[in-house]
């Protein structure tokens, strides 16, 4: 159809989406300039050109596409959430913070202005107005994954588990490959005593990342309460092995030692006074 009809905007802006779907960026970026050729002002056009430019690092373009795009469609909720994301990249919160309370105006119901303005809330040190954005985020969309981490992450901590550990199974549901979600899952299901299901998230996040300290750590403690001592104390390990400088880590395992028939009592007291020896170093 580009062919046939060279300045035709549909055909253009269609190509460059199907391009891009095809993972063809650097095609897709020609077809939306063919595009803008014919039409400068074409809003989706722009938008998806500035779109392209954020996601390689082009942050100067990027904005200079979006604003264009804004000219031409002021009520363009998701071009200002873009637009927020490039600002905020260059380092202007307060830029970043106008643009999606303009995109919240516009579009209230919008989840990824709101969990986006949370993470600027943040930013910007205001702590309780970023958790009422977090949960407006959630409230918006409930199978957004990063909503249901951090409003899982909050409950735990605010000791609601049976809450926590909902919001946490919908993260690791939606985001199978976020390694923080499956420990905290894991963590929560620890608390919850439901052991055979903690090791199991647990073991998937090492699955999707062998050096994770806290996947290792908190497994030693699932197996630990499986009283299965030997697997415990090498989980134990393998956490203490991978971040040699926390020395948090290391009293579970020497806990342990005191409680297994491998180690003798001379090999569990030269342990107990090697960490000591360290820590009086580190900290006098």
């Not at 919850?192 to 750590?217: G, I, K, N």
């Not at 630990?224 to 991978?242: C, I, N, V």
């Amino acid at each position: 159809a580009a062919a046939v009809a060279p300045g035709h905007a549909p055909a253009l802006l269609n190509l460059g989406a199907a391009l891009e779907a095809a993972g063809n960026a650097a095609a897709a970026e020609r077809a939306y300039e063919r595009l803008l050729a014919a039409d400068p002002a074409n809003p989706y056009g722009n938008y998806n050109l500035g779109r392209l430019h954020h996601a390689a690092g082009d942050h100067a373009p990027a904005e200079q596409r979006l604003r264009q795009a804004l000219r031409a469609k002021p009520d363009f909720a998701d071009a200002q959430v873009l637009l927020a994301a490039v600002l905020e990249a260059g380092g202007d919160l307060a830029g970043a913070e106008a643009g999606l309370e303009a995109a919240l105006a516009l579009q209230p119901g919008h989840g990824g202005a709101w969990y986006n303005y949370c993470e600027i809330l943040w930013k910007l040190g205001r702590p309780g107005e970023a958790e009422v954005a977090l949960r407006r985020a959630l409230e918006a969309d409930p199978a957004h994954g990063y909503a249901n981490f951090h409003v899982g992450r909050i409950e735990h901590w605010r000791g609601d588990l049976p809450g926590a550990e909902r919001l946490l199974r919908t993260a690791v549901r939606v985001l199978p490959g976020f390694v923080d979600a499956h420990c905290q899952h894991g963590e929560v299901l620890l608390k919850l005593e439901r052991l055979d299901e903690a090791e199991r998230a647990l073991r998937q996040a090492l699955r999707l990342d062998a050096h994770s300290v806290p996947a290792w750590y908190l497994l030693g403690l699932v197996l630990r309460g499986m009283a299965r001592m030997g697997e415990s104390l090498a989980a134990l390990a393998a956490a203490r092995q991978l971040a040699p400088q926390r020395f948090d880590l290391e009293p579970m395992e020497l806990l342990l030692l005191t409680l297994s028939d491998e180690f003798s009592a001379d090999q569990v007291f030269e342990r107990h006074r090697d960490y000591g020896a360290r820590l009086e170093a580190a900290v006098a």
